[in-house]
């Protein structure tokens, strides 16, 4: 009997094989042309080592320098000598690039368009060779946007990896990419493009009960995580709380309300945060925790949400001395003017540090990484060598989507004050984010979101705090100097940028410590 394995990359990328009995992953991963680490193949060396997040296998034969016993008992393991005993999924300790592979593209065809609120859109696709198309639930993937000449945008699946047609849910806004062909151009019959699965965020073998949290259309990857669940036999109570700003931005109740049908011991509360709104609980979802989802720790959190949003729980779950036994996020930008979806993680999980990495430890997506100065600083690194593969390659309607960033971003700011703290962080994502898209180079993008600025920032700047009046200013000269195509002014300006930044940072970050 033959298992499915999923090889989960540093980069995000994961990669689906079939593994037969009595055969090892590395050398499933071998015939399948995915060089993943391999020097000893006897388990003398662990090169191979990798963590295996779910599943059961075989360890096989080793030697304690290649694979201790304590790494072994917190799920540690050797490729080269496991055996799958069920279907696994495995945290391989390098990029697909390195591994001499890459994600799929899949062709599809767009096969329902459904508006199911005045602010979100359903869609499907039925794909071409679906039975090629794997993926764990909540992970996403790069559709791109027809007619757009190959530019893409990112979307968790939001039904479950069985279904025959996959889903996904967008919020409409002006000026989005994806949201404008949606809304006035989409016809049922469309050919569509994509490239993935990718990911860190998705479901882990259920050992205890289960806290989701979703924020807008941060349901999506949610619901294919609910869709799986659905399918198991899972003894373990799973509650989820859907928060969203507005009551017109509630949708799938239906859904969820079935799925209270079909998972047992499934609960689930909606969250507005317009203090007008007609439903029970208003505010934010960290107002209605109760003592049963925390359950003193023992528990597993999925979050799926804008970075402040990923921010708050954290905070309250810090302020409340609160340590779950494993938290899972995964953020997304919602800036008005872009496209809203949720998809990009917040760093792949091989980015914890080793002593998390086991879920009996507590484990955490998206740990804090270096300084913010030296945030800041790898930052311009990357966005200075962007420069290079972008000036004079952007067209017309990429460089009028680059200033309706920046002038976005702008408008949440009043001179050295915030009229928004909140959404300067997002829109400031969404400009800083843009021209890694727009180079089309899925590296560069990673590179750029393993970062995690946006936390960095979500995590220190207030409302009352000072920043530099410049920023906004910075903004705008990068776009002219891409609208002029000079190069140095273009570096000029974002290394300025850079210093404007971290001042600002340093000052939020000193009051916040007083």
């Known amino acids: 009997m033959s298992h499915q394995v999923a090889l989960a990359f540093e980069d995000g990328i994961t990669r689906f094989i079939k593994v037969g009995a009595n055969e090892t992953v590395a050398d499933a991963s071998y015939k399948a042309r995915i060089n993943i680490p391999l020097d000893c193949r006897d388990g003398a060396c662990g090169t191979c080592k990798a963590f295996c997040e779910s599943g059961k296998y ?19 393991c050797l490729p080269c000598q496991m055996v799958p005993e069920s279907d696994l999924v495995l945290q391989i300790p390098t990029t697909s690039d390195v591994a001499k592979t890459s994600a799929t593209t899949f062709e599809s065809t767009l096969s329902e368009i459904r508006r199911i609120s005045e602010t979100t859109y359903a869609f499907s696709l039925e794909v071409d060779k679906r039975e090629d198309l794997s993926f764990l639930p909540g992970q996403y993937v790069n559709i791109e946007v027809p007619g757009s000449g190959g530019q893409t945008r990112s979307y968790s699946f939001s039904s479950g990896p069985e279904v025959d047609i996959v889903s996904f849910l967008i919020r409409i806004t002006d000026g989005g990419l994806m949201s404008t062909y949606m809304r006035d151009t989409a016809q049922v019959g469309d050919r569509i493009t994509f490239t993935g699965p990718m990911g860190s965020f998705f479901l882990r073998e259920p050992k205890r009960q289960s806290l989701l949290l979703a924020g807008g259309t941060g349901l999506a990857p949610l619901l294919a995580i609910l869709e799986k669940l659905a399918g198991m036999d899972n003894p373990h109570p799973v509650h989820l709380i ?12 239906d859904v969820l309300q079935d799925y209270t049908q079909r998972i047992a011991g499934f609960s689930f509360d909606t969250v507005v945060g317009d203090p007008d709104s007609a439903s029970q609980k208003k505010g934010y979802v960290t107002n209605h925790f109760e003592p049963q989802h925390l359950a003193e ?14 921010e708050g729980v954290r905070r309250h779950l810090e302020a409340e001395g609160l340590k779950p036994q494993n938290f899972y996020y995964e953020k997304f930008a919602l800036a008005v003017g872009a496209d809203t979806e949720p998809a990009e993680p917040a760093a792949p999980a091989a980015e914890a540090p080793a002593a998390q990495a086991a879920a009996d430890q507590g484990y955490e997506i998206g740990e804090e990484h270096a300084s913010f100065e030296a945030q800041f600083d790898a930052r311009m690194a990357l966005e200075l060598a962007v420069v290079e593969l972008t000036m ?44 890694f898209k727009a180079v089309g180079n899925e590296h560069l993008l990673q590179a750029y979101r393993r970062l995690d600025v946006p ?14 009046g410049a920023v906004d200013a910075d903004h705008l000269d990068i776009v ?29 970050s000193k009051a916040a410590a007083q």
């Open 58 to 76: 075989d360890g096989g034969d080793y030697i304690e320098e290649a694979l201790t016993d304590d790494e072994a008992e917190a799920g540690y």
């Open 480 to 508: 002219a100097a891409f609208e002029k195509q000079d190069i140095a002014a273009a570096r000029a300006a974002i290394t300025a940028h850079n210093q404007h930044a971290k001042a600002t940072m340093a000052a939020a």
């Open 297 to 310: 720790g023992d528990v597993d959190i999925y979050l799926c949400g804008p970075p402040p949003m990923v």
């Open 455 to 468: 936390a960095l920032m979500a995590a220190v700047l207030r409302q009352e705090h000072w920043i530099d």
């Open 392 to 435: 004079g390659k952007l067209a017309e309607g990429q460089l009028g989507e680059f200033k309706v960033l920046a002038e976005l971003a702008g408008k949440t700011l009043d001179g050295e004050k915030f009229i928004n703290a909140e959404e300067f962080t997002v829109t400031n994502d969404a400009f800083h984010e843009f021209l």
């Open 242 to 253: 859907y928060g969203v700003n507005t009551d017109i931005d509630l949708v799938e109740l």
